[in-house]
């Protein structure tokens, strides 16, 4: 891997173990993306976040992010895929295609061996490093190489997924400019959780083995 | 004879409170043929805790330490009234003051395994019994499995206590993960070397599951997700 540090947006946040209505309210609100249940307006969660987004996408500071050049490539998930599978990412870029945001969604990025998991990593420091994620994934030809990438996942955590995702994509198109967007990031202290509604721009960035993500 | 007063219907969209996406509509049935005392639409969380007729004593011990943690946290109990697991994890709800939900394969008016009668009339006097087939309805062994995959829809999770090869609990297990929803199996069960099916599943994204309370990190509470930068 080449690449140990990377720029991503992210648009909102929530906590595993907050207490609070705010945090339940977020907490919620991950649950919703992450099974694209309906909403009871009849929409899907990731088209209701992304409206939301399109409707201010101007006052977010990854607003360039999704200029007409974007292609938009969805995160794999840590397992293989089979089909009439929900996969998450792969809605999100379709619906931030659909609201006018980047050029176009490209399900490039494949996960080829499956990065096992277990229960308590979701703020667990055993959690795959982004080596791990980097050799399980492999790069499908586009017919025509993109000038900007967006890898886009539905919720980040420490960012290990995204490195190695990110590694991969630079290999295969080496004079893209690749960034990352994740709709939601993972704050694992419930105390330092302010609000779902965060946009930012943080770095991912490998220490040794690890990745560290700021915010 | 059984009437439709008896035993009343309600869309499952109603019963979960809420419409499906295009994922959760490829499998689900469309009427709901219901018995008992819960709420509707439905409390949550809800989990499904299945597995095996014939458990070991490791198996039902672990069925009954996930349920009553669950229990403990307000988390309903669901699964298929069949022999062993299933039948642990409702009788733990029972004895432990929970909430539990059985989704069987035969029509309401019928019970399968016999032996679970007394349970079945339990839960439909005091819980809550659903069925998605209507009383008339002659059961095939194929209702079993899309009850399975029903299960699998009314559950936040699903956890696989212990199972074979031939179990089924594997199409809950393999509906759970189209689904997108979190599938956890009993770490014993993951490293048991005579079962080829976990590592099959952990490869298409199933948990394994060290701590029971780690389930409760991704379940859904009553409240509502806020309206986003209105």
Known sequence: MNISKVEFGSLLTYTPRGDSEKAKGAKTAMINLKNDNVLSSGILTSEYIVQAMAREINTFPFADYFNSNAVLVPAPKSSLLKPDTLWVPQRITTALIRNGLGKSSEACLERVTAVARSSGQTVGANRPKALKHYESMRVKELLFKPKEIVLVDDVITRGATILGGVNRLSEAFPDAKIRAFTMMRTISNAEEFSDVEDPCIGTITMYGEDTSRVP | ?230
Request: charged fraction near 25%; proline fraction near 7%; aromatic fraction near 6%.
């Open chain 2, 1 to 230: 004879m059984a009437t439709e007063t008896e035993y009343p219907s309600i869309d499952l969209r109603n019963l979960l409170g809420r419409p499906l996406n295009d994922i959760e509509e490829k499998y689900a049935p469309e009427i709901i043929y219901y018995k008992g005392v819960m709420q509707k639409p439905l409390p949550c969380a809800r989990v499904s805790i299945i597995g095996t007729r014939q458990p070991s004593k490791e198996g039902i011990l672990a069925a009954e330490e996930v349920s009553k943690i669950l229990i403990e946290n307000q988390v309903v109990i669901v699964s298929g009234l069949a022999k062993g697991i299933d039948t642990v994890a409702h009788e733990t709800a029972i004895k432990n003051g929970g909430k539990t939900i059985a989704v069987i394969g035969t029509p309401l008016n019928k019970t399968y395994p016999k032996e679970n009668t007394k349970l079945q009339e339990e839960l439909m006097k005091n819980h809550l019994v659903i069925s998605q087939y209507p009383i008339d309805h002659k059961t095939t062994p194929k209702d079993f499995v899309l009850r399975n995959r029903t299960m699998a829809l009314i559950s936040d999770a699903s956890v696989i206590v212990e199972a074979g090869e031939s179990s089924g609990s594997l199409y809950q297990g393999w509906e759970t993960l189209r689904l997108g929803r979190p599938l956890f199996i009993c770490k014993s069960v993951v490293h048991n070397p005579k079962l080829k099916w976990p590592k099959e599943m952990i490869e298409y994204g199933a948990i394994e599951l060290d701590d029971p309370a780690d389930i409760l990190e991704i379940l859904p509470s009553n409240v509502k997700m806020p309206e986003l930068f209105q």
